[in-house]
Structures are given as structure tokens and as C-alpha cells.
């Protein structure tokens, strides 16, 4: 199939118009991330409709927000991410956040206010809190208000946890990889493939996943992983730097498909279903918020340059 004009959105087929279906500026891969590829062959309903449906969840989630705190990505307006935090509780029940900092994680104890009858009162707070007496304080007030008289004996009793067992619990929303993959491979697929494409099968089902709807692919095609591989340090002998992300258009037998590879450590694979005449890669750096877009074979030649830089 030859490369032909771009009059079409990716995620909906419509013509683009002066109109609700306007051309706007869309990032593929979101400027959270720190992707600084963008397109203007999207429409405006899209790119709002898919900002709320898949970039903002899947910037949100807790792997994408470790990476980010991790690599220190700013996001869009230029913020840099703190630690991400989890709710847990240590093996008494205490109820704790886990700080992923980059520098280590640790558990933090949220403040407790337990009844122990007999008139007394205990309040837990995390002594490694920025300012414990200060928490104490607010909590101490607020039961006075409670009880509508002042606590009369107050004491301190310092205890710490040392290495705590914490079990923290999580959400996994297994279709946002499929749809993030989706997004990525339309977008690539019609910027070398063109709109006709837009019109296979193939493009149909992607447009399917990308907006939740029930859907099969044609054989010989698998349903999308509902999560990407890690790459271990050593996959293609380091080629791939994190926190860099690299989007490869690539041949193989049943056509091109897109390989996704994100922070340098998560791969993900989306089949395109039709060939390219050039296979091509968005190279994209999150620090320097900077892309490039080359043929595989040039790219190729960067990696080999690459590869003689580690055996130096
Ligand atoms: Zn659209």
C-alpha cells in the first residue's frame, strides 16, 4: 500500500473539518511522559475524548508514576513528579504509606486515634513525620473539641518499627496497555500508511480496542497483551537507555507492527496488519523533552555507535 494523503483522523476515521472534527495537535504518546511527538492529524473530539480515556489513566499509573519520580520526567507544565505513595498496613493493622522515593522506599504511619476505655486515649503518630508534635497537637484538639473538655494527663511513648512487614494493595486496569498500544500504532501506522489504511480491517479492530469496544481481531492476529514485557538490562545488549522512549515500525510476516518500547524497560508489540515501505522509528528522549524521527536502517546505524560506545 503507498503512502498517501492524511485528510482523516486515526482513532475515528472522520474527515477532518472546520468543525467538531478540527485538526488539533495530539501526542500519540502523552506529554506526560515527557513525548514531545506530536501530530496534527487528529481531530478535536478525539484528542480530548482519549486524554481523559487513556493518557491521563494510564499517566496515572503507579509504574508510570515510579518511572517518572524515578527519572526525574517533568510533565507537561514543566513539574517534577514526587514519590509515588501506596496505602498499606503493617502485620498489627496499622494503617501506613508507602513512599516509593527513588532513593528507596519506606513506610510512613498515618495517625491513629484509638478508644482504650477507661478514659484513655491513644494517639499514633509517625515520629519521622515532618513535625510530630505538631500532628499530635491537631489530633489532641480535635478529641478535646470532641469531648467538650480538655485531656488531662497526657504522655509520650516513643516506639519505632524496625524493618516492618507491609502489605500494600493495588489496581491493575488491564485494558489500558492494549489501548495505549492501539493509540500509538494508529497514530504511526496512518502517519506512514495513510488514510486507506484507515479502511482495513485491521485499523477498524485497533479503533475498537483504543475505544473499549468488544471486538475480535481477524485471524491471524491475538488479542493485545493486557500488559508489556520488562525488558531486563541486558535485552538488546543495553541499546535502549532509560528513561528514552522508542517507537519502531518494523516488516514481518503478516505486516508491519508497532514496537513500543517505554522508559527503555517496558516493550509492548501491536500488529499493523499492512506493510510499510519504510520501516521507521520516533525516538524519543523524556529529559530533554526532544524526538526524532528516522528510517530503521539509520537508527540501526546510531545503535551500532551505540554498541561501540558500551565496548569502549
Ligand atoms: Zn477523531
Known amino acids: 500500500m503507498k503512502a498517501t494523503a492524511k485528510t482523516r483522523c486515526p482513532y475515528c476515521s472522520h474527515r477532518l473539518d472546520g468543525g467538531k472534527r478540527r485538526p488539533s495537535r495530539e501526542h500519540p504518546l502523552s506529554e506526560t511522559l515527557g513525548s514531545s511527538w506530536n501530530r496534527w492529524e487528529t481531530c478535536d473530539a478525539c484528542n480530548r475524548e482519549l486524554g481523559k480515556l487513556v493518557d491521563q489513566p494510564f499517566a496515572d499509573k503507579l509504574w508510570v508514576r515510579e518511572q517518572r519520580h524515578f527519572h526525574q520526567i517533568r510533565d507537561a507544565r514543566g513539574r517534577l513528579p514526587g514519590p509515588p505513595e501506596l496505602l498499606g498496613e503493617l502485620e498489627d493493622g496499622t494503617p501506613v504509606r508507602v513512599i516509593m522515593h527513588r532513593g528507596g522506599w519506606y513506610p510512613k504511619m498515618l495517625p491513629t486515634v484509638e478508644d482504650l476505655g477507661n478514659k484513655q486515649v491513644r494517639i499514633r503518630v509517625d515520629a519521622d513525620d515532618a513535625d510530630p508534635h505538631a500532628v499530635l497537637a491537631r489530633k489532641r484538639a480535635r478529641l478535646e473539641k470532641q469531648l467538650g473538655k480538655p485531656i488531662e494527663d497526657l504522655s509520650v511513648d516513643d516506639q519505632t518499627v524496625n524493618n516492618p512487614r507491609v502489605t500494600v494493595r493495588g489496581v491493575e486496569d488491564t485494558f489500558l496497555w492494549p489501548q495505549m498500544g492501539a493509540k500509538v500504532a494508529l497514530s504511526a501506522a496512518h502517519e506512514l500508511l495513510g488514510d486507506d489504511w484507515l479502511d482495513t480491517p485491521h485499523a477498524r479492530w485497533l479503533q475498537d480496542v483504543l475505544w473499549r469496544r468488544p471486538t475480535k481481531p481477524s485471524a491471524p492476529f491475538a488479542p493485545l497483551a493486557p500488559t508489556a514485557e520488562v525488558l531486563s538490562p541486558n535485552a538488546y545488549h543495553g541499546l535502549f537507555r532509560p528513561p528514552e522512549h522508542v517507537v519502531m515500525v518494523l516488516n514481518g510476516q503478516h505486516g508491519a507492527a508497532v514496537q513500543l518500547?517505554?522508559?527503555?524497560?517496558?516493550?509492548?508489540?501491536?500488529?499493523?496488519?499492512?506493510?510499510?515501505?519504510?520501516?521507521?522509528?520516533?525516538?524519543?528522549?523524556?529529559?530533554?523533552?526532544?524526538?526524532?524521527?528516522?528510517?530503521?536502517?539509520?537508527?540501526?546505524?546510531?545503535?551500532?555507535?551505540?554498541?561501540q560506545q558500551l565496548a569502549a
Open 261 to 307: 518500547v517505554l522508559f527503555g524497560r517496558n516493550r509492548y508489540l501491536v500488529p499493523v496488519g499492512t506493510s510499510v515501505d519504510i520501516p521507521t522509528v520516533w525516538w524519543i528522549d523524556p529529559l530533554s523533552r526532544r524526538h526524532e524521527r528516522l528510517p530503521f536502517g539509520e537508527f540501526g546505524a546510531k545503535l551500532v555507535t551505540r554498541q
